[in-house]
């Protein structure tokens, strides 16, 4: 076989500890570090006294953030690939196996780098996953909340269509301060729910007890609180991408998407696309195109892939969005294939329109253009209308075609 590197090295990455297989000048040699900042420095020194050409290690966890970290600062250049492509042969499992057959693979350029955006993308990354995750943190607050008010007897929600709203925690603020008064409760509405203030007073009362009011005012702080952090990483969001607004704002006339989904998208795939050949590589990697897997002349199943789950999460929801719009292209592909495959299959569909979208629009720098609702039909316009005939024909009707020439 082919030798790419005639010195390279692999490593087995934990948590506490690296092994290490160089291979070179004819001889292998193993040697294992500690994971703290001293040792990760030791291991470049001892990576540069061999003049390692490539170093390849498995994307595990996130223990191989650091260990890139340094690797960019002392210029070693590494290839971080996926832990599926790089399984050795079962039975033969240490971390110093594994670290030889990572060095081997790597020694006949077998092995296919992951992409690993610059430390700044990854940063970037980091925050909006962080303000996902406490976006998420805030709505299972707010379940609990709502669990707490039935347990009470509180009826709130079966009058407002959620306890999120100006009405819901003024209301929900007073019982956690001890008025349980249905009439002073009911006069807090605001807005529509005025409106509303008879059928306040019937579901406002309740059997609210002292343990339950102390929970209610635990939990409105703890919902403020993250409500202040969302707010600064919002800021500091914002602030990261200054230089790509003008794209953000190109992907928030994406329907479907937002602000929010926009910067999450390009935290995940970046915006030089030259790092993708095609639109269905960037699909691929992202895990949103159709898994490949036939035998025997039998297609089986298309099950999507693993593949990046923040980004894939955030297109799936881009996508619900999408789906619930009205006299749009998404939508209208959506109800077309949800009608033939399900919902959950359409909305995956969707998702991958979305990221295909995105990536010619950050590539050519252009404006979103809808279809319109219209754009299955007019271009099968002979199908619908062998179609339709045939659908009344069915019927015992006999039909005549005229074209319309004033159309």
Not at 218 to 246: C, G, P, Q, V, Y
Request: with cysteine; net charge positive.
């Amino acid at each position: 076989m082919e030798i790419i590197y005639e010195r390279c090295c692999g490593l087995d990455i934990h948590k506490a500890l690296i092994v290490a297989c160089f291979l070179g000048n004819g001889k292998k040699e193993i040697k294992t570090f500690g994971t703290s900042t001293d040792e990760l420095l030791n291991m470049c020194a001892w990576l540069k006294s061999r003049k390692v050409e490539k170093v390849a290690m498995e994307s595990t966890g996130v223990f191989w953030k650091p260990i890139i970290n340094i690797f960019e600062l002392e210029d070693i250049p590494a290839l971080l690939v996926n832990a599926q492509h790089v399984k050795n042969v079962p039975g033969r499992k240490t971390d110093v196996k594994d670290a030889e057959w990572i060095a081997d693979l790597l020694k006949h350029g077998l092995l296919r780098a992951s992409f690993v955006p610059n430390r700044d993308m990854r940063e970037l990354r980091e925050l909006c996953r962080y303000r996902t995750s406490i976006i998420e943190e805030r709505a299972r607050e707010l379940n609990r909340l709502e669990k707490v008010l039935q347990g009470a007897n509180i009826k709130l929600t079966n009058v407002l269509s959620r306890v999120e709203t100006q009405t819901g925690f003024e209301i929900v603020k007073a019982l956690s301060e001890g008025v349980v008064n249905p009439d002073l409760l009911s006069m807090l509405a605001k807005g529509k729910a005025k409106a509303k203030a008879d059928e306040l007073k019937i579901a406002l009362k309740g059997l609210i007890q002292p343990h339950q009011q102390m929970m209610l005012k635990s939990m409105l702080n703890h919902i403020s609180n993250l409500d202040n952090t969302i707010a600064t990483l919002n800021l500091e969001i914002e602030t990261r991408l200054a230089a790509e607004n003008e794209t953000v704002k190109l992907l928030d006339e994406i329907t479907g998407v937002g602000i929010a989904s926009a910067q999450t998208i390009i935290a995940e795939i970046g915006t030089d696309m030259s790092q993708f050949p095609k639109a269905e590589n960037l699909a691929s990697w992202a895990g949103l195109c159709p898994g490949n897997d036939e035998s025997a002349g039998k297609r089986k199943s298309g099950k999507v892939r693993k593949g990046n789950p923040t980004l894939k999460k955030t297109l799936v929801q881009c996508g619900r969005s999408a789906a619930n719009s009205k006299n749009t292209y998404l939508n209208s592909m959506y109800k077309r294939i949800a009608a033939r495959r399900g919902a959950k299959r359409a909305t995956v569909a969707v998702a991958h329109a979305i990221l295909i979208i995105c990536f010619h629009m950050i590539k050519d720098k252009t404006h979103y253009k809808d279809l319109g609702a219209d754009f299955y039909a007019s271009i099968s316009k002979e199908a619908i209308l062998k179609r339709s005939i045939l659908n009344i024909q069915k019927l015992g009707y006999f039909v005549t075609i005229q074209k319309n020439e004033i159309a």
